[in-house]
């Protein structure tokens, strides 16, 4: 399993609350020295370590085998970086799983992943697609491109709008969708 983070910090927040409830886990970012980076990766790699958190280090030019499940815990900036995470499954005609956690800060990413999932006939969940329609009220030339109900959400903005709503996410792969690579 191969978790992504945004943060060195929640990739070792991340590994701690896994290590507490006894999966083992491993993080992987720049603040590790290049020998703690290689030695996890070598892990990992030899499926000696099954649970690698990391941050966006990983999501570029690293060819890992056998990765069955890639978790998205903190939404990827943009649907480049989305694909390339994913693209860590289902290598060499394998199947493998990706999900993808998002909230409503993370609205400017839902209608490009409902177009790549409809685009790859995976299933879309219903609460994505609800993020999506709002993300396109938020773009129109009424509101503006930043504008949240208010504000940008990404600095608080926004917040009387979804006040009642901060604990919904929506998972791109809640439904469990498969990838397959040739």
Known sequence: CLIFCKTKINVDELVNRLNEVNIEAWGL????TQNERMWVLDQFKNGELSCLASTNCLGRGHDIPRVKYVINFDSPSNIESYIHRIGR???AGEQGY?????TEKDWRLAEPLVRVLSET????PEK???????AASYESPQHGTDDFGGGNPNDGGGAQQWASDTSN?????AAGNQWTHQ
């Open 98 to 102: 990706a999900m993808t956690f998002l």
């Open 89 to 91: 499954t289902g290598r």
């Open 169 to 173: 996410q929506w998972g791109s792969a």
């Open 121 to 124: 006939k995976q299933v879309v």
């Open 128 to 134: 994505l697609q609800e993020l999506a329609k709002l």
């Open 29 to 32: 970012h720049a603040q590790k």
